[in-house]
Every structure is written in structure tokens, then in C-alpha cells.
């Protein structure tokens, strides 16, 4: 499975952004896709996922009721709706996939998400 993301910028507080994540290469065994990001010094962390087969979504607490994900199985996309932006939303953002069984994690390159106060 390859992964490739889209979609990040510059923007100020308060502005939105959408990120496009695109699988290729064995997409049948995708069945959940989403986004995590790292800001500088910390840890990566979740941001939203997607199961791809039951559209069940979920959130970190920071983002709810500011990001939606949603998919378009047709394109193997995933996308990130981030709205009403904030300087602590600033990061790289990684599109991530996972197989559950067996239990394979896949990674995308990162897009950098730029928010300015």
C-alpha cells in the first residue's frame, strides 16, 4: 500500500484547510485510513480515522466539532476537513492506513500544516 498525501499550507487562525490522502497498491487491504500529526518536540498523535468499510469515525478530543474525515472508497481517498483553525493544530500531518488482520500499519510522507496567529 502507498500513501499520498496533499492539502497542507499555510493559513491564519481561523481559516480551513482540506488534506487529500490517496492509497494505492492493494487498497483491499486498507480498512481503516485517517491522519495523525507531530508538531516539533512532541510525539505523534491521533487526529481522525475513517474505517472505510463502515464509515465509523473517530476524533481527538482537540479537533472535535473543527475536523471532519471522510472517505471516497471510488478514489481510495480520505480527506480531512479542518476548519476554524488554530496555532496548536500547527504540525506535520501524516496519512496513516491499517489492515487488522494481520495487524499492518502503513504510513504516507508527511504535508505540513501551518497555522498563524
Known amino acids: 500500500v502507498q500513501l499520498q498525501a496533499s492539502g497542507g499550507g499555510l493559513v491564519q487562525a481561523g481559516g480551513s484547510l482540506r488534506l487529500s490522502c490517496v492509497a494505492s497498491?492493494?487498497?483491499?487491504?486498507?480498512?481503516?485510513m485517517g491522519w495523525y500529526r507531530q508538531a516539533p518536540g512532541n510525539q505523534r498523535e491521533l487526529v481522525a480515522t475513517?474505517?472505510?468499510?463502515?464509515?465509523?469515525?473517530d476524533y481527538a478530543d482537540s479537533v472535535k466539532g473543527r475536523f471532519t474525515i471522510s472517505r471516497e472508497n471510488a478514489k481510495n481517498t480520505v480527506y480531512l476537513q479542518m476548519n476554524s483553525l488554530k496555532p496548536e493544530d500547527t504540525a506535520v500531518y501524516y496519512c496513516?492506513?491499517?489492515?487488522?488482520?494481520?495487524?499492518?500499519?502503513?504510513w504516507g510522507q508527511g504535508t505540513q500544516v501551518t497555522v498563524s496567529s
Open positions: 496513516n492506513a491499517n489492515r487488522f488482520a494481520p495487524s499492518i500499519t502503513y
Open positions: 497498491r492493494n487498497t483491499i487491504a486498507i480498512d481503516r
Open positions: 475513517i474505517t472505510l468499510r463502515g464509515g465509523t469515525t
